[in-house]
């Protein structure tokens, strides 16, 4: 009965209603802008909140995270520019429908299924959260590594052009994640000596760069183009395509969850993984998977927002955050005197329940916002290119510097979307360097965190795998996803497909 | 069609579609440089992984960046090696297809905008900016690109600078002064 | 096109006329922190500035600059006018940059404006670790040796400085350093038991040490703390480590040098306020942190004192890249 009246306090108070919906509204414009970020918007708020009360603080950046994360692919449909990390995998297939005029329907599924992944990962927070958290503890170092590596095999579904053009780009995202001083011995690499190397180069000005600088200078050449006209009579699915989709987006909503929780891991990774299992377990899609395949949009968009009630999973039960927004929101819990941590569940049962009522909330706010302001987003792509694509580089670059308020990021931005540019012309794909960068870290710290604790020994390394369930079906999964991308069984089932026909 | 290529064959030039462009059967101008230039740029970054910890140990900060440029040396290898077997495509030339005379100009346009940034400061190199490339791609009269411009750089300012309070380089135009006079103004007016 | 112009000058002649130190602050003030959103320091700052804003009447915009261990918003800030209107909120860590070779900058170009807090160090153990104290944890080291995973932070962090200082007390000890980057994710691992052991600062093993999550050893300081009396300090099992204790990670905040002294102390004491606000005491006890709030010269001369004995300590455990002696930091009591 507590519980329900905790669920239930946000009800009580319009004006925490208010600020979820505020919150969430705002998110949705801070994810389709590229550059503007949750992680930023939620540590800015602590400043902005300080002398509020808990409720409402956290009512309103628990509407800025999930309006945010759904927000990204507003501009991944529209524009082929995920406005976050989240919806990179969004674009693949969102901004083909967008060119045909399918806008409207692209943005009614996504927000349908934002919805419903929203609404998995609230529901495995507020029944499993104790079990989640325990499992996602289980994980060592080797397997991070080894969920690391499964995600750089993704390579081979990102990349659409040539195979071997996508190993390249992927290598080449994973030493750019390695540039400056190495987090853990702090030895410098790929600095070549230069100051302006220390630092890294930021993920999100790779992102920005790549996506939205080379776009822009792509879309330069037809500039004069007539802007393609957007039907928005079909925004709502119908129910037959949600349950089309049900069975598909139960499976990528559990890949979300589960990578939510895991500390390191957020909901860039999830889409990214739920993308390729979509791509594995669709067997005919309607509309091949590159090309505005509804599945595509489904899978990823259902998988980052059930991410983000599995990112709440670890930092409500133990003190542990999820990702970087949840870490900022255990900051925040700090400031306004509560102390997150495994005995918060025990000492404030109520601000847990009260945290399940807030996301419900926004993920009804959610949906409501995002099946009704389609209208006017619509009509950022029928502006004339003339003023969008100068509108787009300078957000870029604000975007970039915004970061981590560096000017180099800015540099490495515009690098990026030249080179991005000439890698786009000669059918290099972008998707696996943006993998690469987003897995470098979480592969060479884990892969040597592993190997450390084995003293090096790469006999009990592999004896560490074998012995741990865990480690082993992961260690299965990754020979199996390999092995069916290498042309030799390709050609081994065309020889199988040969005989079954004749 | 050769089996390796999964691509978009419609969209070849990479503007159509969220996958990269190129052919599958065809070498674009310029294409065979570049893919020699990323094998070279490859073998150096090799090189230069190899001089972060040599082959120290297997958890040496070198260990992986070694093995994904060695990837990376033989994966662009091989694509310069296809790519110089495949027939030139007589149909494009590298200044009509590759690099138009608009690209070079806008990409000329935002190093000089790299360069301005922290000596003009963050707010009159976006409105230089915007106002050129404005003007260059719509051709429209002044009015209308100082319009334009000035109405979306004061929106941008607003949300990034005064919302999010991200410190633009601040350069020529005494912005901190600006905004705190306004808060003072503001704060003055309500008690 | 005029108006702009007369408006941008109206804005210069009043940046002009109040530039004196008298009506300091004119402007924002730019608060750049040196780690990530979210971390103990950011949470230290975000929680201390609005309350120093309100005793300073200005406004103090704060910023995450990360990258290169803080040291590019050291260098960023060092490379700022020292007028006041740039602030490094940091922790301690920039004073071993330049033995650790990851700078040629650190806090002696700034003036301290407060030191805020220090925190304390503690050993915490996996639950299921074989031994249930120090005393345990070393007999434990000297049977299997190479077998204890022990959680660090890189070279200069707070579990480096104290496994060295084990090594100089207790003689080598035979353990497998795991790195991690930050004590937040090495605690993770710990209670998932991919580390046995981790050198932490209190505040951010309180939580799981309550809810029995993970189980305390040892506090690394000359008496046990008043958030948990059961824990003995480290002297209680070797005299020797007195030596070297307390010590502990702080943080605070600075000016470049050069800064006005008005202008220092207008900071000084609006920090100094802000320190003392009861929601901030509340928040820095709860999180097992000591407040220090010292300025000036006592704050100077902490700094030197905290410089000498970490540098040295590190040194003669083999951990640096060069020598204090190269940067004039001279061995503690001489």
Known sequence: MDTLLAILTIFAQPELLLLVGAGTFAGIYIGAIPGLSVTMAVSILISFTFSWDVYPAISLMVGIYMGGVYGGSRTAILLNIPGAPSAIATAMDGYPMAQRGEAGQAIGVTTVMSFFGGLVGILVLAL??????????????????????????????????????????????????????????????????LQLMEGGISFIAVMIGMFGVSEALLQLQNVNLKSVRQKIDRIVPSFGTIRKYLPLSLQTSSIGVIIGALP????????????DHAKRVTKNPKVPFGKGAMEGLVAPETANNAAVGGAFIPMMTLGIPGDAVTAIMIGALFIHGLNPGPMLMIDRPDMFWFIVGALLTANVFMLIFGLTGIKIFTKIVEMPRSVIIPLILLLSIVGAYAVNNRVSDVYWMLGFGVFGYFMRHYGYPLGPVILGVILSRLLDDNWRRAIISEREDLGRFFEGIVTSPLSLVLFVAVILIFVSQTPLWTALKIRLFRKATS | ???????????????????????????????????????????????????????????????????????MVMAAGIVALRTWRLPRITTETLSRDILPRVVILFIGFLIVFGLLLKPLGFVTTAALFLTLAIKVLARRGWGYTLAVAFGSLIVIWIVFRVVFTVLLPAGILPEAEFIQFFRTFLSGGAS | MSRKLIGALVALGLGASVATAQDYPTKEIQGIIQWGAGGSTDTVMR?????????????????????????????????????GYTLLMGAENPMLYKIMGLGDKDYSEFVPINILARGTPILVANNEAPFDDYAGMMAYIAENPGELRIGSTGPGGVPSVITAMMNTVEGDLDVIAVPYDGDGPA?????????????????????????????????????????????????????????????????????????????????SDAYAKGAEHPDFVNLMDNRGFTMMGISGDEAEAFLTKWQQGTAWLLHDAGLTKASPEEFGIARPGE
């Open chain 2, 1 to 71: 069609m050769d089996p390796e290529f999964r691509g978009d064959s419609d969209h070849h030039d990479g503007t159509s579609d969220a996958t990269p462009g190129g052919y599958a059967e065809g070498r674009r101008p310029g294409e065979l440089g570049f893919a020699l230039i990323l094998t070279v740029a490859s073998l150096y970054l090799l090189y230069s992984a190899y001089g972060i910890s040599g082959f120290t140990a297997l958890s040496g900060p070198g260990a992986v960046p070694m093995a994904t440029t060695f990837v």
């Open chain 1, 264 to 275: 390191g891991t957020g909901g860039d990774i999830a889409a990214l993984m739920a993308y």
């Open chain 1, 128 to 193: 499993a959260a104790p079990f989640v958290a325990d499992f996602a503890l289980t994980f060592q170092p080797r397997d991070y590594m080894l969920l690391a590596v499964l995600g750089i095999l993704l390579v081979g579904s990102l990349s659409t052009g040539s195979l071997v053009k996508g190993i390249f780009a992927g290598a080449f995202g994973i030493a750019v994640g390695a540039v400056g001083r190495d987090p853990l011995t702090f030895a410098e690499r790929f600095t070549f000596d």
């Open chain 3, 47 to 83: 929680s201390v500035t609005p309350h120093a804003e309100d005793a300073l009447g200005g406004t103090i915009v704060m910023q995450n600059m990360t990258g290169a261990v803080g040291a590019i918003a050291l260098n960023h800030v060092a490379s700022a006018p020292a007028d």
């Open chain 3, 187 to 267: 605690l993770t691992a710990l209670q998932g038991g991919a580390i046995d052991v981790m050198p932490a600062v209190l505040g951010a093993a309180i939580e799981g040490i309550r809810a029995g999550t993970m189980k305390p050893l040892v506090l690394f300081d000359t008496q046990a703390s008043d958030k948990l009396p059961d824990v003995p300090a480290v002297t209680s099992f070797n005299e020797d480590y007195a030596t070297y204790l307390p010590w502990g990670p702080f943080f605070g905040v600075f000016v470049p040098k050069g800064t006005p002294d008005d202008v220092v102390a207008k900071l």
